[in-house]
């Protein structure tokens, strides 16, 4: 079993192997990118799971602030903020597909039980703070194709410092609506992922699970991948299983079988749920528990899922280029199986 596999070093950075099937590992990219580390301005256009296009009409979006419906040049907070000087708060990201908000429960199930894990008051029952993101799309007459990004924070602190009893008493509630739809030819394209060096952490330590506002192990996460030339992290768990990727979570399929981790080390992803609900509903076999990079690099095909972008297409892992043509047919299938869930949530009502 592979959890009796411990290596000797889990923090040495899984080995990318020259051979018949992958090739030299680093073929597939842009020599600069193997030799310079990426700047701020290189970061801008790279592709990824997150890829959007600019929508003018969210120049003139408002933002809700604390229930205040603001111009996104008045949405500001105060530099004592929780969330500012520290991270301090949690968070969730929402699709508003055909009029509806899509598996709402299961946002705010994973909102609040974030917030009482970091003992914070988010001031507003779940009706209220539902009535909250109705009210900020109707002002601005969004419907389809929105996404959102409800923040929750300690609020205002009498200093900047780590104490949460300095928090002045009331958090800051903040939700921003977009439209934002995924960049169509991602589907075709496939993301490349790299495994990097920084690994997904268990519940003792930092809790993958929980949707902090401090996301920096993530962040160095993907700006190593980012400097191997790839579009998104894939992380291992302390054991070195596959465990998540940076911002989304990770599938492979071999055999026809769906693999994906235990979920012990990786985002509690609403996503992932459905598509798992998905599997078993439709008879596709799933397999859900550890498995090695070997796995992964060698699966016939992989994707990744997340709020805003569904399910999404991995073409190659470490330089390896997975065999099946983009959408694979698992992928496909189960990429048409999600569009027709939130085609019947949203008629639901």
């Known amino acids: 079993m592979l959890r009796r596999k411990v290596d000797a070093d889990s923090r040495k950075q899984p080995e990318i192997r020259q051979d018949a099937r992958c090739g030299d590992a680093h073929r597939h990219l842009p020599a600069v990118l ?27 979006a408002l933002v809700n602030l604390n229930g205040r419906l603001v111009p996104r040049d008045a949405a500001t907070v105060s530099i004592f903020d929780g969330g500012f000087v520290l991270g301090d708060g949690v968070w969730e990201g929402l699709r508003l597909h055909q009029g ?18 970091i003992r914070l008051d988010i001031g507003l029952n779940r009706d209220a703070l539902t009535a909250e993101l109705h009210r900020t799309l109707a002002a601005n007459g969004m419907h389809d194709g929105v996404h959102l990004r409800l923040m929750v924070t300690r ?11 300095n928090a002045l008493g009331k958090a800051t ?14 589907a075709a394209r496939g993301l490349r992922l790299k ?5 997904c952490t268990p519940a003792h330590m930092f809790d993958m699970r929980l949707n902090s506002h401090s996301r920096l192990n993530l962040i160095m996460a993907l700006l190593e991948a980012i400097d191997a030339g790839a579009d998104e992290a894939l992380m291992l768990d302390p054991l070195g299983a596959v465990s998540s990727c940076n911002a989304t979570n990770f599938f492979c399929v071999r055999e026809g079988e769906v693999l994906t981790s235990s979920g012990e080390y990786c985002f509690n992803g609403v996503t992932r749920s459905k598509v798992l609900e998905l599997c078993l509903r439709e008879g596709i076999a ?7 990079l070997d796995e992964a690099r060698s699966a016939e095909e992989a994707f990744v899922t997340g709020t805003f972008g569904g399910l999404t297409p991995v073409r190659e892992i470490d330089g390896c280029r997975l065999p099946a043509s983009l959408p694979g047919p698992v992928t496909l299938r189960l990429r048409s199986l999600y569009e027709s869930l939130k085609n019947d949530y949203a008629q639901a009502g």
């Not at 193997?34 to 929508?55: E, H, K, N």
């Not at 899509?102 to 946002?107: C, I, S, T, V, Y």
């Not at 439209?179 to 030819?185: L, R």
């Not at 495994?195 to 690994?199: C, H, K, Q």
Request: aromatic letters at 8%.
């Open 34 to 60: 193997l030799v310079t580390r990426c700047t701020a301005r290189d970061i801008t256009w790279m592709p990824g799971s997150q890829d959007f296009a600019a929508d003018p009409r969210n120049k003139s």
């Open 100 to 117: 509806a908000l899509l598996f709402l429960d299961q946002h705010l199930d994973r909102l609040y039980w974030g917030a009482e894990r």
């Open 155 to 165: 609020g205002e602190k009498s200093a900047p410092n780590q104490d949460p009893r």
């Open 173 to 186: 509630v903040v939700i921003v609506a977009e439209y934002k739809t995924p960049d169509p030819g991602l």
């Open 195 to 199: 495994t990097v060096s920084i690994r």
């Open 286 to 292: 799933v397999r859900i528990g550890d498995f090695t």
